[in-house]
């Protein structure tokens, strides 16, 4: 493929992703769950998993504790198979930050990259095999002069469950009187 | 086998024109281009307001119209709130009009309590998704459309502004009802 090919299908690429923008030249906010590794995590145990989102450039949400009672907080909502069970769902603080639309005042926020960790526990009587999680990520997200309406992002990962590993065996006790 | 450019280069001009096409069609709000020329008439709409009464955007024809889409969780519509609230005041006595949609889930008692605590003295509306559409979308918040005594949008605001910016605006619409008047 010559120069002039290749520059001719980067400006179709480019301005067909133009409509990404909205009609009044806005970026759309995007929130995104990297791929989580799969956990693996013994039956009867409550494992931890790592769930990293990553909030588009120029644009912030709330955390899970926003500074007002007005904003809506960053939540993880989760749907899980009978014998799972989902305990504490830990949101890191927020960023104390202040915006031109609100110089005076300090919100709490995540922007950037941001890890949530999910305590997970298969009942001890869980079938071993790999598990599907959804839920739902619901966040409002702005921008230093607009705001745009609550969304949810879906959320997937799969933990695998295996039985616990036996007891290590204990040495017998040795007789005093095993040399004669 | 070697690729003819021109083929590769219509392959791509053919995707490119569906993907846009594709987007065209998906787009929810198809009166947004369409709004941004100005003059346009600004679309009538029938809203319940806090205290129960129905409101027409009609109802305010032969004034200037100051209509701001806001909602609670909007933290930029909160900084302009106030600046609305000394407009009204200023500006109301020459005949402008300043009504507030909340775009909103929340309870029409906490969008009142939240009206309330910023001390709103104009109307505020129940907003509804069709009205959110008629005005483009209102895909983001706030939005403020400056409408004259005829009801045409003078000007638009998407996003915050500053108070300099938004009195320019009020200062437009009067002007322009102004002439209106006297050339009737």
């Not at chain 1, 923008?21 to 494992?47: C, E, H």
């Not at chain 1, 069970?85 to 830990?90: E, F, L």
């Not at chain 2, 909103?104 to 069709?130: C, H, Q, R, W």
Request: aromatic share 10%; with cysteine; hydrophobic share 40%.
């Amino acid at each position: 493929m010559n120069s002039i090919t290749k520059l001719v299908l980067v400006w179709l690429l480019s301005a067909t992703a133009l409509p990404a923008q909205d009609s009044l030249g806005r970026k759309a906010p995007s929130v995104t769950l990297s791929p989580a590794p799969l956990t693996t995590m013994i039956r009867g145990k409550a494992t931890n998993v790592e769930l990293r989102f990553h909030v588009g450039s120029n644009f912030h949400i709330n955390s899970n504790k926003p500074a007002a009672e007005y904003l809506i907080p960053t939540t993880l909502k989760l749907d899980v198979p009978t014998d799972i069970v989902v305990g504490k769902i830990t949101y890191p603080p927020g960023e104390e930050m202040s915006f031109a639309f609100a110089p005076d005042e300090k919100l709490s926020v995540y922007s950037g990259e941001f890890n949530l960790v999910v305590q997970v526990r298969p009942l001890a009587s869980m079938l071993p095999g790999k598990y599907e999680i959804r839920g739902r990520l619901r966040y409002q997200a702005c921008d230093n002069a607009a705001c745009f309406p609550p969304k949810q992002l879906p959320v997937d990962f799969e933990v695998k469950v295996i039985k616990a590993p036996p007891p290590p065996k204990q040495n017998p006790a040795q007789s005093p009187h095993a040399h004669t | 086998m070697k690729r003819d450019p021109f083929v590769i280069i219509g392959v791509a001009l053919v995707v490119a024109l569906m993907l846009l096409f594709g987007f065209k069609i998906a787009h929810r709000h198809p009166q947004a281009a369409s709004l941004l020329i100005q003059n346009s008439a600004a679309p009538d709409f029938t809203l319940q307001a806090l205290d129960g009464k129905t409101v027409h955007l009609s109802d305010f024809r032969g004034k200037p119209v100051v209509l701001n889409f806001w909602a609670t969780w909007c933290g930029p519509c909160k900084i302009e709130m106030p600046w609305f609230v000394d407009f009204q005041k200023q500006y109301g006595p020459a005949g402008v009009q300043f009504l507030g949609v909340a775009m909103d889930d929340a309870s029409t008692k906490d969008i009142a309590e939240f009206a309330a605590s910023m001390k709103v003295n104009y109307p505020i509306l129940i907003g509804k998704e069709s009205v959110g559409d008629a005005y483009g979308g209102v895909q983001f918040l706030p939005e403020t459309f400056y409408i004259d005594g005829n009801g045409k949008i003078v000007d638009k605001a998407f996003g915050l502004k500053g108070r300099g910016e938004i009195e320019d605006d009020i200062k437009k619409i009067l002007a322009q009802s102004a002439v209106a008047q006297t050339q009737k």
